[in-house]
Nanobody, 120 residues
Framework: QVQLVESGGGLVQAGGSLRLSCTAS????????MGWFRQAPGKERQFVAA????????IFADSVKGRFTISRDNPKNTVYLQMNSLNPEDTANYYC?????????????RGQGTQVTVSS
C-alpha cells in the first residue's frame, strides 16, 4: 500500500501562487506515476497534472498549462505542484493519486487533499 499526505493549500488572492506537496510512504517503489486531481463542490473531479516517479515525464490539463508546474524530490518521496497566476476557477480540493502501471489511477489510495481557495 501507498500512503499519501498533501499539504500547502490555503487562501490566496487572484494572481497569486501556492506550492502543494504530496509526500508518499509505504510501497513507493510500486509507483509509476503520480497525479494531481482537484474537485470543487458540485463539480466533477478534474485531472490537473502528473509526473512519472522517475521525474522525466510530465503532463498537464489544458486549463493549467503555462501556469502550473510539477516536480519531484526523489529522496523525500515528494511531488510538488507549483501553481502560479491562480484564478477563482482554480478553487478546489486538490489531492494526489498514484498510478502503479501508468494507465490506471488508484483512487483508493488517494490522499485526503488540501484545500485551495482563490479570492477575486
Amino acid at each position: 500500500q501507498v500512503q499519501l499526505v498533501e499539504s500547502g493549500g490555503g487562501l490566496v488572492q487572484a494572481g497569486g501562487s501556492l506550492r502543494l506537496s504530496c509526500t508518499a510512504s509505504g510501497r513507493t517503489f510500486s509507483i509509476y506515476r503520480m497525479g494531481w486531481f482537484r474537485q470543487a463542490p458540485g463539480k466533477e473531479r478534474q485531472f490537473v497534472a502528473a509526473i512519472t516517479w522517475s521525474g522525466y515525464s510530465t503532463i498537464f490539463a489544458d486549463s493549467v498549462k503555462g501556469r502550473f508546474t510539477i516536480s519531484r524530490d526523489n529522496p523525500k518521496n515528494t511531488v510538488y505542484l507549483q501553481m502560479n497566476s491562480l484564478n477563482p476557477e482554480d478553487t478546489a480540493n486538490y489531492y494526489c493519486v498514484p498510478s502503479l502501471d501508468g494507465r490506471v489511477w488508484s483512487f483508493g489510495s488517494r490522499g485526503q487533499g488540501t484545500q485551495v481557495t482563490v479570492s477575486s
